[in-house]
């Protein structure tokens, strides 16, 4: 059975960075979602299994960095110059099957617990 187990987050200030990782249980697309109070949950960034790919959400291009260490699988997404909009629960999920870097979380099977991201003005 697949397992996430998700590290990092907190609180920052706008314009600072923070990182928040994923441990899996084997090599798969892997990517990130989060959901802000009150909103639906939106797309933030995926990652192939090889990591030689990536998919970014308009809002988060040019701020987020998402890579992967295939030796420990372990998927990272690095936030640069954050801003309080960022602020939601980030949710690592993965595809148990499949290679397409989908941006819709219908097409993920496993999630993690999520970890919260805050973002003050």
């Known amino acids: 059975q697949v397992q996430l187990v998700e590290s990092g987050g907190g609180l920052v200030q706008a314009g600072d960075s923070l990182r928040v990782s994923c441990k899996a249980s084997?090599?798969?697309?892997m990517g990130w979602f989060r959901q802000a109070s009150g909103k639906d949950g939106e797309f933030v960034a995926a990652v192939s299994r090889t990591g030689d790919s990536a998919e970014y959400a308009d809002s988060v291009k040019g701020r987020f960095t998402i890579s992967k260490d295939n030796v420990e699988n372990t998927m990272t997404l690095q936030m640069n110059n954050l801003k309080p909009e960022d602020t939601a629960v980030y949710y690592c999920?993965?595809?148990?099957?499949?290679?397409?870097?989908?941006?819709?979380?219908?097409?993920?099977?496993?999630w993690g617990q999520g970890t919260q991201v805050t973002v003050s003005s």
């Open positions: 999920t993965a595809r148990s099957a499949g290679a397409y870097l989908s941006t819709s979380g219908a097409d993920y099977d496993i």
């Open positions: 084997g090599r798969y697309v």
